[in-house]
């Protein structure tokens, strides 16, 4: 079912969420950013690594970054960079890591994004993750070139 980049989604299993994040990988671009915020729990990782693997290939690993804070993956299409901001404390720390560069050259999936403050990407789809039980909820808003953008989900 095509579904536009804009609202809320409900996610009963992590497989929901892995599948959210393909479905988003479909419709990602370059230059773009998907910036996933949440507490501890909600999916950020589950939804960064499906969207790697539809990029990249079912087989790879894609762990989160939190130590090394960016990974970065080689796609068909245009690198995308994985950056996981849990440790940083200063917004600008996210520059010094290649986010610009990273955005210049490709695309980047962003956990904790809101550390970033106001140096978050202009065309970039914000999705916010929350718990509700067992099930996870996925608010979507879209920014820049992702608005009015639909994706198969």
Not at 79 to 90: G, N, V
Not at 96 to 114: K, N, Q, R, Y
Not at 128 to 133: A, D, K, M, N, Q
Request: hydrophobic share 45%; net charge negative; glycine share 10%.
């Amino acid at each position: 079912m095509i579904v536009p980049a804009d609202g809320d989604f409900r996610l009963d299993r992590e497989v929901d969420t892995a599948r959210l994040g393909a479905a988003v990988a479909g419709e990602l671009k370059a230059h773009e950013a998907v910036c996933l915020s949440g507490p501890l729990g909600a999916g950020k990782s589950s939804l960064a690594r499906g969207l790697i693997r539809a990029l990249v290939g079912a087989d790879i690993e894609a762990p989160s970054p939190t130590f090394t804070l960016v990974q970065t993956y080689d796609t068909a299409r245009f690198p995308i960079a994985h950056f996981d901001l849990y440790r940083l404390e200063r917004p600008e720390e996210a520059l010094e890591l290649g986010l610009d560069d990273a955005l210049d050259e490709g695309a980047a999936v962003i956990e904790w994004a809101e550390k970033l403050g106001h140096h978050l990407p202009a065309d970039r789809l914000d999705i916010e993750l929350t718990i509700e039980g067992a099930a996870r909820r996925a608010r979507l808003t879209p920014h820049g070139a992702w608005e009015g953008r639909a994706f198969e989900f």
